[in-house]
């Protein structure tokens, strides 16, 4: 199994950035500089997106996670701050189920800790007969416009056609399977109260698909959580917003460094 990653800087804990659906590392790229000022930045392609190898079906979001923890394994980094968007969170909260020993920290954007309702896995499989009939096409046509702050969809031709760049690079295969995984994830609500890390949740005030009201809602649970709402951007802001996102992590990453010397200082 081939897992591509993009990485840039140096520095401890690393930080792991996973991409949404159904984009690719290259989600990432506003980040991948900006924040090798502060540590080093590792991108995965998830399986089955960017240049990683095709996903088995059906597969789960606990097989990501272990793919996550296969690549530290082999860049012998026994610890990182993971981060993720959207499903990149989903995959996140398994990381911190399946090898919380391995987490510095957890960056959560846009995302949410709840198995899907009967509705919205209804509505997946539909999306998946969708795209095995009229290709990825028909992912990016229908996810688009929701993706985005609407000033964005406007004005900022660039990220739209990057975004439906990666969504229309993703196999019709890859997405169907990626969109039943999402569908059979499990709850991780039980999660939220054991964190016993530095947690930074961050959201668009625009997202529609994670809304704001929603994420403060489980933020809430989880002891001494940073949460940040990004104005003029919806589920992408480190795209739409990448300086405020940046600075948002930044100085996160200086925290967690912190809170680690101090312990090792003990
Ligand atoms: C994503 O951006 O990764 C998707 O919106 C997640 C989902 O469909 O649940």
Same mark, same amino acid.
């Given at each position: @199994? ?6 840039? /800087? ?16 290259? *989600? ?12 080093r930045? !590792?991108?995965?392609?998830? +399986? ?10 059906p597969? %789960? *979001? ?7 923890? &296969? ?8 610890r990182? !701050? ?5 499903m990149?969170?989903? #995959?996140t ?5 399946r ?11 846009d ?9 919205g896995?209804?509505? +997946?499989?539909? @999306?998946?007969d969708?795209? #095995?009939?009229?290709? %990825? ?7 688009l416009?929701?993706?985005?702050? %609407?000033?964005?969809?406007? /004005? +900022?031709?660039?990220? =739209? ?5 990666? @969504? &229309?690079a ?11 995984? @999402?569908a ?7 999660l ?6 530095p #947690?930074?949740? !961050?959201v ?16 809430r649970? =989880? %002891?001494?959580?940073?949460f &940040?709402? !990004? ?11 990448p300086?405020t996102?940046?600075?948002? #992590? ?11 010397d101090?312990?090792?200082? &003990?």
């Amino acid at each position: @199994m081939k897992l591509t990653y993009r990485e840039a /800087g140096s520095g401890t804990p690393p930080l792991v950035l996973l991409h949404g659906f159904p984009l690719n590392s290259q *989600m990432w790229e506003p980040q991948l500089d900006a924040l090798s000022a502060a540590t080093r930045v !590792i991108t995965p392609d998830l +399986r089955g997106f960017g240049a990683s190898s095709a996903a088995p079906t059906p597969y %789960s *979001m606990s097989l990501l996670a272990d793919d996550v923890a &296969e690549l530290l394994d082999s860049l012998e980094l026994p610890r990182a !701050i993971i981060g993720g968007l959207s499903m990149g969170g989903y #995959v996140t909260f398994e990381f911190y189920r399946r090898h919380a020993v391995r987490v510095a920290a957890l960056i959560l954007a846009d995302t949410r800790p709840d198995a899907d309702t009967p509705e919205g896995r209804a509505n +997946r499989a539909k @999306m998946a007969d969708l795209v #095995v009939k009229d290709g %990825s096409r028909a992912i990016s046509d229908e996810m688009l416009p929701r993706l985005l702050a %609407s000033a964005t969809v406007r /004005g +900022r031709p660039g990220i =739209v056609g990057k975004l439906r760049a990666m @969504m &229309e690079a993703a196999t019709p295969d890859s997405v169907g399977a990626a969109l039943m995984a @999402m569908a059979n994830r499990a709850d991780s609500r039980d999660l939220l109260t054991k964190i016993a890390r530095p #947690v930074l949740v !961050i959201v668009g005030a625009e997202d529609t698909l994670t809304p704001a009201t929603e994420v403060s809602q489980w933020a809430r649970h =989880v %002891s001494g959580v940073r949460f &940040e709402v !990004i104005e003029r951007a919806a589920h992408v802001p480190n795209l739409e917003q990448p300086q405020t996102f940046n600075t948002l #992590v930044g100085s996160f990453i200086e925290h967690v460094k912190h809170t680690q010397d101090h312990h090792q200082a &003990e």
